[in-house]
């Protein structure tokens, strides 16, 4: 396994760097991740409130979890993860932002060219979709006056603009993403269990295109015997040590 120094000094050196983030990377924020003990999921069945399916069956129900989830965001701040990778973002003309979370915090850290694989919570759009609400569009209302919001347009259901189960992602934004990978010399993987796909194939695209990997999470997941350096911590301070070996 590769050293603290020997990452920072590709990270000096590089061109072009991705990072993959996931919910390990709001948890100092207060976000809980979802498959933690306390996750998410773990209180609620993910197939119970974040499908196509559930929508259908229980569109008051569905939207009751993300009008909390989105007061719970609502209340945090970004950490330091969230402000050394929006500030790489600024500073690193190659530098690529990807990431799995759909809560607003990286874009509130500053993010700029975000990948957004799964999303926004802040974003809406109609669930039938009307043509005029095929877009998504912000609707950063917390609480919603009224559950499930209505489409101005066709007086439908509003859904929230995410991923669920059962849903493909984005073609054009999965491919900037796969793109981003295949370019990268350094592909860090932080705060991801790295099980849901295919976000978490990026590592293996990038990993056969000749990219460095890097993992910074709390504990061992599925890629961890896969990267080529892995550091045990939380992302906040792995990061901002990184940080700081860079700019040495
Ligand atoms: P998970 O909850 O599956 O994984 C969170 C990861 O973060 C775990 O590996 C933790 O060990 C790690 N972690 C926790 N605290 C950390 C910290 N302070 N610093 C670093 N790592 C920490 O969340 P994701 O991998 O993001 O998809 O989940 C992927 C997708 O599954 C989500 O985007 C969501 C969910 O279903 C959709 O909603 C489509």
């Known amino acids: 396994m590769a050293s603290f120094e020997d990452v920072a000094h590709r990270l000096r050196r590089a061109s072009h760097v991705v990072a993959l983030t996931g919910a390990g990377v709001s948890a100092a924020s207060g976000i809980p991740t979802f498959r933690g003990p306390d996750g998410l999921w773990k209180r609620v069945r993910a197939e119970t409130l974040a499908t196509p399916e559930a929508f259908a069956n229980d569109p008051k129900l569905v939207w009751e979890w993300y009008d909390w989830r989105r007061g719970m965001v609502q209340q945090a701040q970004p950490n330091q ?98 793109r981003a990978a295949a370019a990268a010399e350094v592909f860090m ?26 993992e910074l999470n709390t504990e061992a997941t599925a890629i961890s015997i896969d990267v080529d350096a892995s550091f045990i911590g939380p992302a906040a301070d792995s990061l901002s040590r990184l940080d700081a070996a860079v700019r040495s």
């Open 189 to 214: 993987v932080i705060g991801t269990s790295s099980v849901v796909y295919p976000a978490a194939g990026l590592v293996h695209h990038a990993r056969r295109h000749g990219a460095f990997t890097v």
């Open 81 to 178: 993860a969230h402000d050394v990778l929006g500030r790489w973002t600024r500073e690193r003309a190659g530098f690529t932002l990807v990431t799995q979370n759909v809560d607003g915090l990286h874009e509130r850290a500053g993010a700029d060219r975000l990948v957004r694989l799964h999303g926004s919570i802040w974003h809406v759009r109609c669930s039938k979709p009307c043509d005029a609400g095929r877009a998504d569009w912000l609707d950063a209302t917390v609480p919603q006056p009224r559950l499930p919001p209505m489409c101005p347009h066709c007086g439908g259901f509003v859904r929230p603009a995410v991923v669920w189960f059962g849903e493909p992602l984005d073609p054009e934004v999965l491919s900037r993403a796969s």
